[in-house]
Nanobody
Framework: VQLQASGGGLVQAGGSLRLSCAASGSFFSINGMGWYRQAPGKQRELVAGISRGRSTNYADSVKGRFTISRDSAKNTVYLQMNNLKPEDTAVYHC??????????WGQGTLVTVSS
């Protein structure tokens, strides 16, 4: 499974961005996908996840502001980010998690939110 993330950029606080994660390869073993972020000096954290059955989960810090979705026809997972805050500044990575426990990671995309 190969993942290609895009959509990061510089935005003012209160603005919006949509991240995309285009996937290619074999997905039969993929159980779920997620967006993670890592800010400078901090550990990587889960931002949002979506299961094969489309159930979703979010970090408390982004609930009500971020939405994860999946377009199966395009093999793409999106992260719509609204009302962005400076503390959302980080490198965002998408990941796919297989039933067997293998994780696949895409390259990161930088999101910078200015105050």
């Amino acid at each position: 499974v190969q993942l290609q993330a895009s959509g990061g950029g510089l935005v003012q606080a209160g603005g919006s961005l949509r991240l995309s994660c285009a996937a290619s390869g074999s997905f039969f073993s993929i159980n779920g996908m997620g967006w993670y972020r890592q800010a400078p000096g901090k550990q990587r954290e889960l931002v949002a996840g979506i299961s094969r059955g489309r159930s979703t989960n979010y970090a408390d810090s982004v609930k009500g502001r971020f939405t994860i979705s999946r377009d199966s026809a395009k093999n793409t997972v999106y992260l719509q980010m609204n009302n962005l805050k400076p503390e959302d500044t980080a490198v965002y990575h998408c990941a796919a998690h297989s039933i067997g426990g293998t994780d696949y990671w895409g390259q990161g995309t930088l999101v910078t939110v200015s105050s």
